[in-house]
């Protein structure tokens, strides 16, 4: 199996147990979980506005705060703090202190830092008619370098900055189905790199290729692949 | 995975509702953020979103053959002339279950949710343990669920990697035939539109 070394990134990773189902599930179990969904929407427009960003700020928690006791919302009250102290609005030593916590303890002390990324490692940005609401979707004029039924394989952006490339797809062989609007490029956006607007494929794995014939049978896993992330696929030599 | 260790602890409510107020006071304090417009929002998204948006648009597409094919061709423009606005649908694809094939849809990545057609998701579907398996074992999954699928029925999994978002579109179940609308879309349930359930009759 992969090695997935972003701590979000845990599709296909094995040793969860069964799923926590409740049919008939509230959509808020305490008031805090209500208070926190409340806030986010009012913090992000004073941090994290680009697309991609608030979802790394939450990748880029340590494993203790992305799995935190509090589950999904107590993520986001993790990410909101981490965001205060980067955007400048509390420092994380005043928010130790403002929070009434141990000094030290707040998630903005072990977050990881943004990383680096080479804008060389990005595909090139590229102009288009700006949008008259805000959107993730561009035009692009040029279309696709795919088409449906292309046989492609992801490669794309292994670091550890922001990428919408799930890593159990990582160099395995999948089947173009479709190809969506094109979207900004969210490991461009999250790094305020610039848009880099790509076409954005559907990308059909068989299960067997992905897990190994011990796979269940007469599964298809479908991936939606930014282009920049697809070659294609060569020939076995 | 150490990570593996840390979601099932039991929370203390008390903790969090405490940690969250005096979060929600300084942000009030530093003047980023406004209460009202704070309850406004939780307001809107708790009871005026949710899966009977969804659930209308699979009830029609049971009664007219050509609103279904229009969904399934092109959700986009369906949506626009239903007048259906909102967050998280900027792109969505309509996936129909039918004999022999059978819908499913995930964010392994975080867990992106159509909001506007369904509400906010449900914990399970946020669970990593729902997220890191249903990739790899979704007909075992479906079952621990109370979903057995027969062996030769096709699994399609959506895992929404991109900002598409994916409804699941079940089938009628028999008894229904004489049933209208607003009925049909009584039955149509959350799970069902995210591909872990089937629609029951009465």
């Known amino acids: 199996m992969s090695t997935n070394s972003r701590v979000h990134d845990i599709g296909g990773t094995q040793g969860w147990g069964e799923v926590p189902y409740d049919s008939n599930e509230p959509v808020f179990h305490n008031d805090w979980e209500r208070r926190v969904f409340g806030l986010m929407f009012q913090v992000l427009p004073h941090t994290a506005k680009r697309p991609g960003e608030f979802r790394h700020a939450l990748e880029r928690l340590a494993p203790e705060d992305y799995f935190c006791p509090d589950g999904y919302y107590g993520r986001w009250r993790a990410a909101i703090e981490v965001l205060l102290d980067e955007y400048g609005h509390v420092d994380k030593v005043e928010l130790d202190d403002l929070l009434g916590v141990q000094p030290g ?50 490669m794309g952006n292994s670091g550890m900055g922001h990428t919408r490339l799930p890593e159990y797809v990582r160099r395995i062989p999948g089947t173009v189905v479709k190809i969506h609007p094109a979207e ?18 559907c990308v059909a794995y ?29 020939e076995p030599s | 995975m150490n990570e593996h260790d840390h979601h099932h602890h039991e929370v203390d409510p008390k903790t969090a509702e405490v940690r969250t107020e005096a979060l929600e006071d300084l942000l009030v ?56 606005k909102g967050a998280e649908i900027e792109h969505v694809e309509v996936k129909a279950n039918e004999p022999g094939i059978h819908n499913v849809v995930v964010c392994t990545l975080c867990s992106c949710y159509p909001w506007a057609l369904l509400g906010l998701p449900p ?18 999954v479906l079952q621990e669920m109370g979903l057995s699928l027969d062996a030769d029925t096709e699994i399609r999994v959506w ?22 609308l607003e009925e049909l879309a009584q039955l149509v349930t959350r799970d069902s539109m995210i591909g872990v359930a089937k629609v029951k009759a009465l």
Request: no cysteine.
């Open chain 1, 105 to 154: 303890t707040s998630p903005g002390h072990r977050v990881a830092k943004i990383a680096e990324i080479p804008s060389e490692n990005l595909p090139p940005d590229r102009l288009t008619r700006k949008p008259e609401h805000r959107t993730v979707r561009r035009e692009l004029e040029e279309s696709s370098r795919f088409q449906v039924g292309d046989r492609v394989v992801a």
């Open chain 2, 123 to 140: 914990s399970w579907y946020k669970s990593p343990e729902y997220r890191s398996r249903v990739v790899r074992e979704p007909r075992k």
């Open chain 2, 29 to 84: 304090e530093k003047g980023l953020i406004d209460r009202a417009r704070v309850d406004a929002l939780i307001e809107r998204f708790e009871h005026d979103l949710g899966p009977m948006v969804g659930a209308r648009l699979v009830a029609k597409s049971w009664l007219e053959p050509q609103f279904r094919d229009s969904l399934l061709k092109n959700a986009d423009r369906v949506l626009e002339e239903e007048n259906i």
């Open chain 2, 159 to 180: 895992d929404s990697s991109s900002e598409t978002r994916f409804l699941v579109l079940p089938e009628r179940p028999p008894g229904t035939e004489e049933l209208g």
């Open chain 1, 184 to 201: 900004v490029l969210p490991d461009s956006t999250a790094h305020n790199l610039g848009e880099r607007p790509q076409h954005v494929l």
């Open chain 1, 206 to 234: 068989h299960a067997k290729d992905l897990w190994g014939e011990a796979a269940e049978e007469n599964v298809v896993i479908n991936v939606d692949l930014y282009e920049s992330y697809l070659e294609m696929e060569t």
